[in-house]
């Protein structure tokens, strides 16, 4: 029983040091408030999640290793999920994750994956639209979601972003892109 309450201990410690990070003077690179918001999404979700999330899909964007791409934007979209139902920027913040994941199993030629990713939250009931293509839109909310997976991926293959081929999106005009 002395590993339970040292282990009790060992996450305040944690939760402890994830705050001092963040509530210190120094600006924490992004790695470091990952780790943060890892911890703190445990104790506080509904502050630290959607800060995860964001944080995952940005670090996501930065990298060119394309299996850590994809297990960064899949835990981005596990935190987007997890964000309370109804709370302010989840939908958004879901799709954004969703886009980035499918976007990057395509690129590795892991189709499967990539439309799974897009019928995924069609069969949890969401109504939301993860895709990238406004013709995919229609189809997706009508429940053709396996047909809006399929316009998704060819729009990744083309470089279509946001239904616009070649016109960069605000993430992409974003400073440090």
């Not at 502050?47 to 940005?58: M, N, R, S």
Request: glycine residues 12%; hydrophobic residues 40%; contains cysteine.
């Amino acid at each position: 029983m002395a590993n339970a309450g040292n282990t009790g201990k060992t996450d305040q410690n944690a939760v402890l040091r994830a705050r001092v990070l963040l509530l210190g003077s120094g600006e924490p690179g992004l790695w470091e408030r990952i780790g943060a918001y890892r911890v703190l999404a445990e104790v506080s979700p509904r502050a630290y999640l959607p800060k995860l999330a964001d944080a995952l899909v940005e670090r996501g964007q930065e990298l060119g290793d394309p299996e850590v791409r994809v297990r960064l934007f899949a835990e981005a979209v596990e935190a987007a999920q997890r964000i309370e139902a109804g709370a302010p920027g989840r939908a958004e913040r879901l799709r954004q994750a969703l886009d980035a994941h499918q976007g990057a199993l395509f690129a590795l030629g892991r189709q499967d994956e990539g439309r799974a990713a897009c019928l995924e939250p069609a069969a949890a009931g969401w109504s939301g639209r993860p895709a990238r293509v406004p013709a995919e839109e229609g189809r997706f909310e009508e429940g053709r979601s396996e047909e809006a997976a399929e316009l998704n991926e060819q729009a990744v293959r083309d470089g279509v972003r946001d239904g616009v081929r070649g016109r960069p999106t605000a993430r992409d005009a974003s400073p440090g892109r």
